[in-house]
């Protein structure tokens, strides 16, 4: 029962504040810092609850993860990009993004601005997945 309130509370959370799924990628720049706020595991997913800071004009590196992220953007401005080298989305302060799982789904979240972008970011994945999965720059001229 506590579990059930817990996944609640958190996905609750996730839409009313989620968070960009920012993580560690290749390379993520320099000041990238993400704090665990919450965890639990339940049915064989692991419920991560994690806040991220992304420095102005850093990125998070391409990535993928291997479950779905929910993102609230509590300060800033996310530009979110796929690997067409194309924005997929632009996430101002109060907005939320979804992140699909899979690596058909590499992209890199971008801070263009110069204030840091805070995001809470709630990770659902299978169990002992790691945040995500590092991927190649897929031919974009920017990193």
Request: net charge negative; charged share 15%.
């Given at each position: 029962?506590?579990?059930?309130?817990?996944?609640?509370?958190?996905?609750?959370?996730?839409?009313?504040?989620?968070?960009?799924?920012?993580?560690?990628?290749?390379?993520?720049?320099?000041?990238?810092?993400?704090?665990?706020?919450?965890?639990?595991?339940?049915?064989?997913?692991?419920?991560?609850?994690?806040?991220?800071?992304?420095?102005?004009?850093?990125?998070?590196?391409?990535?993928?993860?291997?479950?779905?992220?929910?993102a609230y953007v509590?300060?800033?401005?996310?530009?979110?990009?796929?690997?067409?080298?194309?924005?997929?989305?632009?996430y101002r302060s109060?907005?939320?993004?979804?992140?699909?799982?899979?690596?058909?789904?590499?992209?890199?979240?971008?801070?263009?601005?110069?204030?840091?972008?805070?995001?809470?970011?709630?990770?659902?994945?299978?169990?002992?997945?790691?945040?995500?999965?590092?991927?190649?720059?897929?031919?974009?001229?920017?990193?």
């Amino acid at each position: 029962m506590r579990f059930r309130s817990l996944v609640v509370s958190a996905a609750a959370l996730a839409c009313m504040s989620l968070t960009a799924g920012v993580a560690h990628a290749t390379p993520p720049g320099p000041g990238i810092t993400g704090k665990i706020i919450a965890q639990t595991t339940d049915g064989g997913k692991d419920y991560i609850l994690r806040e991220i800071t992304i420095p102005g004009g850093q990125a998070t590196g391409w990535h993928y993860h291997d479950g779905t992220l929910l993102a609230y953007v509590k300060k800033g401005t996310l530009s979110h990009f796929d690997a067409t080298c194309k924005s997929d989305g632009v996430y101002r302060s109060g907005s939320t993004l979804t992140e699909p799982s899979g690596a058909n789904h590499v992209h890199i979240g971008r801070n263009l601005g110069s204030t840091d972008v805070v995001l809470d970011v709630l990770y659902i994945l299978p169990h002992g997945a790691p945040l995500s999965e590092d991927a190649p720059n897929p031919g974009c001229d920017f990193q």
